[in-house]
């Protein structure tokens, strides 16, 4: 398997996701819609999207390294 289709089944599943969580969200009981609910997510969101952003960046980071160690 190539890395563009890995690539495209990787955005696929985050698309269907997404449209899951907004299909969910409309069944939610109001008082997990509150604001001290919404807040809480917000926080967790905020979290995994920084260590996301850490892992992407260290990926890339030793994906350099080693290109520029097979350069030489």
Same mark, same amino acid.
């Given at each position: ?11 696929? +599943? ?16 109001? !008082?997990?819609?509150?604001? !001290?609910? !919404?807040?809480?997510? $917000? $926080?967790?969101?905020? +979290?995994?999207? +920084? ?6 960046? +260290? ?14």
């Amino acid at each position: 398997m190539g890395s563009l289709s890995i690539a495209l089944i990787v955005g696929a +599943l985050i698309t269907a996701s997404g449209l899951a969580g907004l299909l969910l969200q409309k069944g939610l009981a109001e !008082r997990h819609t509150s604001e !001290r609910s !919404r807040d809480m997510i $917000g $926080g967790v969101v905020g +979290l995994l999207t +920084l260590l996301l952003a850490l892992v992407l960046g +260290l990926l890339i980071w030793t994906a350099y390294g080693v290109f520029n160690t097979q350069q030489t």
